[in-house]
């Protein structure tokens, strides 16, 4: 007779520890699966840690919403349990006439999500960043830096504190449907097992296409297959950091991949640029320092004190991206599977930005989802 619990969770990102936050309690076992040696280790630290708005995101896409929904949630978590992060707000700047008009755009749809937004003129724009030129400048005031790390233990302690149970170094390498729930197989050091879960929630970041064709769905027909796409930081030294008090963003260009080399600074002050966006076949976190150039030529048009020599390479990070190089823009998947024959399967597929922004609002999103699954078991 098998082991059997009720909640599983594949992966301890930011996202499945926030959903273990939300969902577990007494009445219920949940166990988080993660493959590594500890929480977090792949997207979720290594990113801009950045809480985003919603800007760029077609309205009423789960994106925009679980940003701006996330946002708030995110300033009032950091508020109420001392998590690390400060509202400092970013200024997205052209820096000619075609970007002006796009930029236009990108406030339009900003505003068109609800998120609060405001045009410079050219003597605010010079009094709130001297150093930085531009045609044309809004300001998001609401956009923020936050401790993920801090935030990923704010959620695992949570969950803990709610019985949820966490097993790293364990892997999950097969899953069979099978009468009332899943057979879930896993690796360990030990060696390996398995157990009967009622429900599989897959937040497993760039394998959860994997996760989801373990569990018998044609990743290729469902539209699942993920899209690997590396973002580079460079670290900007010699005092630079000083220059600037804002995250600085250029207008992203069609097609990118991301939202353009920008500036970030994080809660100790200090400055970066990044990330830039091109697909790979394999998880590999160096930082190609050829890129060198192109991160100061494509940050010189808006900060001209930025020198060549300023530029380190400092770390990477990989995007589960749903979209192929060029294709058009893909929505989180965020579904209850029971219409492809799999009730109390629960799949995120494409947790790319700003998913650790969205993480307590898609959390509350599964939280649903979940409660619905278990009034009909
Ligand atoms: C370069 C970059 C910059 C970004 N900047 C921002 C930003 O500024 N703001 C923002 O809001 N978002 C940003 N994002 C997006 C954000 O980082 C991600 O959306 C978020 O971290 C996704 O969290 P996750 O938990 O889904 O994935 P992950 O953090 O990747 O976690 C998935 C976990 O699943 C585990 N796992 C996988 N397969 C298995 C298995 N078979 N068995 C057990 N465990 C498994 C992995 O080991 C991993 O720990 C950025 C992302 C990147 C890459």
């Known amino acids: 007779m098998s082991y059997q619990v009720d909640i599983t969770i594949v992966g301890a990102g930011v996202v499945g520890l926030a959903i273990a936050s939300q969902v577990a309690n007494e009445d219920r076992d949940v166990y988080v699966l993660e493959k590594n040696e500890t929480f977090g280790q792949e997207a979720s630290s290594r990113n801009s840690e950045v809480i985003h708005t919603g800007i760029y995101y077609p309205k009423d896409s789960l994106k925009a919403k679980t940003c701006l929904e996330g946002n708030t949630l995110l300033y009032d978590l950091c508020q109420k349990h001392g998590i690390g992060c400060k509202r400092i707000g970013k200024i997205i700047v052209a820096t000619n006439d075609a970007e002006a008009e796009e930029l236009q755009k990108l406030y339009n749809r900003g505003k068109d999500n609800g998120v609060e937004l405001k045009m410079l003129s050219h003597r605010k724009m010079r009094q709130l960043e001297p150093n930085m030129t531009g045609v044309s400048a809004f300001l998001s005031p609401s956009t923020g830096i936050i401790d993920s790390q801090a935030l990923m233990r704010y959620f695992l302690g949570k969950a803990r504190d709610n019985g949820a149970q966490i097993a790293y170094r364990t892997k999950v390498i097969g899953v069979d449907k099978i009468s009332g729930g899943y057979k879930v197989r896993v690796k360990d050091s030990q060696g390996s097992f398995s157990f009967i879960t009622k429900v599989l929630i897959n937040c497993a970041g760039l394998h959860s296409d994997e996760v989801a064709r373990m569990v018998g769905i044609d990743v290729d027909e469902a539209g699942y297959k993920l899209h ?150």
């Open 228 to 377: 690997w796409c590396k973002g580079e930081y460079f670290s900007v030294g010699n005092g630079k950091n000083k220059l600037v008090s804002r995250l600085i963003y250029p207008v992203p260009k069609a097609g990118e991949g991301g939202t353009g080399i920008h500036v970030t600074l994080d809660l100790n002050g200090r400055m970066r640029l990044g990330p830039n966006a091109y697909y790979v076949d394999d998880i590999d976190y160096s930082v190609d320092s050829l890129q060198r150039k192109a991160f100061y030529e494509s940050a010189v048009r808006f900060l001209p004190f930025i020198e060549y020599a300023d530029l380190e390479p400092e770390m990477a990070g990989i995007r589960a991206k749903l979209q192929a190089e060029g294709e058009d823009f893909r929505d989180f998947v965020i579904n209850h599977e029971c219409d492809k024959g799999l009730p109390g399967f629960i799949n995120l597929i494409g947790i790319d930005s700003p998913g650790l922004t969205s993480a307590p609002a898609i959390a509350r999103y599964v939280s649903t989802l979940l409660e619905e699954i278990l009034r009909n078991y």
